[in-house]
């Protein structure tokens, strides 16, 4: 059993296990990467102010996210594809976040149907759904959300059409696949991480194969869902969805102020001030870098929630002192549950909540809602002198 001391550590297992294809479809950007690279650079150049001797007994991490009580404000951020990164991903991702007392959101583009996260857990989870062209199919997943007591729906805005990530290219990993000897050659040399996907409850994109009522095989579902993107999707498709969506409704992939402000004036409950984790629009700010301004615009009227480059407790506590009201992890999940599936994805959260417990007892907050700004160093004059 390797000794894993931080996320960084889970990544690099999952880079050994799971086929180059798969490993880089999770950890890249798209174009230059720009991005991508910035959501990391700008958490990590933000510095703490150290309390000393402030009595740092008994630091609780429990608060809630959009009205619900969780352990820690962390959740388990929608990605696409996942029980192709592990076997039946979607249903260990969820079962670890029950575990471990945070919500689940859910992709439309997962392996394992809304039915059979369901099925496997008890806890709420969320769901995020894409909007295709077919309206009847957002209809009838909304549908089937609603039966299965999703709690949350996030609608993801960022994605009209795809930004472009030259490895998925180069790996063959597009509608169609491009099956080279190396990627054949490599998926046998990944004889468990084969063996796991083979075995697990499904091998398409369960969502879509449920609603198009066929078994042709996950590049069949993959082309429907690339010929039915909808580019057109606009503010005026947010009042339908409002309108067939009761619960609370989460607008995922907001970066811009008035955006968020046009949001909260539509009825959604709350915002992911979220770049995709650098997956889209390349040169679009880090997240962390957007978020003060976001949160001081609509903080008080809806939960602003972040995701993009969260990788630690620190990284967390950063974006709680910056006007988050919690965070979503994309690729620390990935991470956790590629290097060792459902207890990977548990040594994930207990990372996050561990570090987040430290880090909170040295900055001197007791709770989550005590988290401010001024926890934050401030250079004030000394950074324009360079010192
Ligand atoms: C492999 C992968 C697949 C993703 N698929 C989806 C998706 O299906 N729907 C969605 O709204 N966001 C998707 N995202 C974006 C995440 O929800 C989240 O915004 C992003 O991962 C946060 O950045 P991080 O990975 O640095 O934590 C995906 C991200 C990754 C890494």
């Known amino acids: 059993m390797p000794v894993v001391t931080n996320v960084e550590d889970l990544r690099q297992i999952a880079r050994r296990k799971i086929p180059r294809a798969f490993f880089e479809f999770v950890d890249h950007g798209s174009y230059d990467q720009i991005t991508l690279g910035a959501n990391r650079e700008e958490l990590k150049a933000i510095r703490f102010r150290q309390k000393v001797l402030i009595d740092a007994d008994n630091r609780s991490l429990s608060t809630t996210m959009l009205g619900e009580k969780v352990s820690m404000p962390v959740a388990i951020a929608p990605t696409g594809l996942t029980g192709l990164i592990h076997g039946d991903g979607e249903i260990l991702g969820a079962r670890a976040a029950e575990a471990a007392g945070v919500r689940f959101c859910l992709s439309t583009m997962s392996i394992c149907s809304i039915e059979d996260v369901r099925a496997a857990t008890k806890a709420p989870f969320w769901f995020q759904l894409y909007v295709f062209r077919d309206r009847g199919f957002s209809e009838s997943v909304i549908e089937r959300a609603k039966a299965a007591g999703c709690t949350a729906l996030f609608l993801t805005v960022?994605?009209?059409?795809?930004?472009?990530?030259?490895?998925?290219?180069?790996?063959?990993?597009?509608?169609?696949?491009?099956?080279?000897?190396?990627?054949?050659?490599?998926?046998?040399?990944?004889?468990?991480?084969?063996?796991?996907?083979?075995?697990?409850?499904?091998?398409?994109?369960?969502?879509?194969?449920?609603?198009?009522?066929?078994?042709?095989?996950?590049?069949?579902?993959?082309?429907?869902?690339?010929?039915?993107?909808?580019?057109?999707?606009?503010?005026?498709d947010v009042n339908w969805i409002r309108k067939l969506w009761p619960h609370k409704l989460v607008i995922k992939g907001v970066l811009d102020v008035e955006d968020a402000r046009r949001a909260a004036?539509?009825?959604?409950?709350?915002?992911?001030?979220?770049?995709?984790?650098?997956?889209?629009?390349?040169?679009?700010?880090?997240?962390?870098?957007?978020?003060?301004?976001?949160?001081?615009?609509?903080g008080e009227r809806i939960e602003v929630l972040m995701d993009g480059g969260v990788r630690s407790g620190q990284d967390v506590l950063k974006a709680l002192a910056l006007g988050a009201k919690g965070c979503l992890i994309g690729r620390a999940f990935l991470y956790g549950l590629g290097a060792m599936g459902e207890a990977g994805v548990a040594k994930t959260l207990s990372l996050i909540a561990e570090e987040l417990k430290v880090s909170m007892s040295l900055t001197g907050v007791r709770a989550i809602e005590d988290i401010t700004r001024d926890i934050l160093f401030d250079y004030g004059e000394d950074r324009r002198r360079n010192i």
């Open 265 to 298: 004036d539509m009825g959604a409950d709350g915002i992911v001030v979220s770049n995709h984790g650098g997956r889209q629009l390349d040169g679009a700010p880090a997240t962390i870098n957007v978020l003060p301004r976001i949160a001081e615009a609509v």
């Open 158 to 236: 960022d994605l009209p059409m795809r930004g472009q990530r030259h490895c998925d290219i180069k790996n063959g990993l597009t509608v169609p696949p491009r099956l080279t000897a190396r990627n054949a050659i490599d998926v046998a040399s990944k004889p468990a991480w084969a063996l796991g996907v083979l075995m697990g409850k499904r091998k398409s994109f369960g969502n879509v194969d449920v609603y198009l009522k066929n078994k042709r095989g996950i590049w069949a579902a993959g082309k429907w869902g690339a010929d039915n993107f909808d580019a057109s999707l606009s503010w005026d």
